[in-house]
């Protein structure tokens, strides 16, 4: 990794960023707010972020509707697990992955073992809100949005509680959840 510069955010405790030595691989259901949660944490640590999602967009040069729709889910979840190891390779200091990421046996011990992972939790109002304002969510297509999601928590939790660190995002400031990421971090360490 490379030299970071120091931080000016008061809210990073003296040295941290320096201890942490492995991404930080931000898990948990789509809306909880990786991607937003992830830019603001690696500004915080003054580290680099990436969106796995984007990634596989950018690599497959299709939207993730269109690999789901063109080639099935199975399809997408290899190229996903491939894609993430390469990002946890080349060293990015943040990483926000999709929602199912965690769940595939392959890349969850992938990320437990290169590293941090955090579970970002939210209730499901909250995940049915922000939902709400993406049609990109392929998995939310084939029914009752807030049934799919119940059901998605229900069935991910036991893997999303394998990550390292859990953080509850509460209908709050993304900036408060990166704080709570930062501290969890900084005991966990």
């Known amino acids: 990794m490379s ?17 942490i030595t492995r ?18 944490l690696a500004a915080m640590l003054g580290r680099d972020f990436i969106d796995a999602d ?17 080639f099935g889910e199975a399809y997408f979840r290899d190229g996903e697990r491939r894609v993430i190891a390469r990002l946890i ?16 046996p392959s890349t969850r ?4 073992e290169r590293g941090i992972a955090v579970w970002i939790d939210c209730d499901v109002d909250t ?3 922000r939902t709400a304002r993406r ?17 998605l928590a229900r069935e991910r939790a036991p893997f999303y509680g394998q990550a390292h660190i859990r953080v509850v995002s509460e209908n709050g400031p993304h900036a408060d959840t ?8 900084d005991q966990w360490l």
Not at 109 to 112: H, N, R, S
Not at 135 to 151: A, M, Q, S, V, W
């Open 127 to 129: 995940l049915v809100e």
């Open 23 to 40: 991404p930080v691989v931000l898990v948990g259901l789509m809306g909880v707010g990786k991607s937003t949660v992830g830019r603001r």
């Open 89 to 104: 390779e080349e060293g990015h200091g943040v990483i926000a992955t999709g929602g199912g990421a965690f769940v595939d």
């Open 178 to 185: 990166a704080r709570a990421i930062i501290e969890a971090i």
């Open 109 to 112: 011990a992938l990320v437990l």
């Open 54 to 70: 984007e990634a596989i967009v950018e690599a497959a040069q299709r939207t993730i509707p269109e690999i789901f729709e063109t």
């Open 3 to 19: 030299a970071e510069p120091p931080s000016h955010d008061h809210s990073v405790p003296e040295g941290l960023a320096a201890r």
């Open 135 to 151: 049609g990109n969510r392929p998995l939310l297509k084939t029914g009752d949005p807030r049934e799919i999601l119940i059901r």
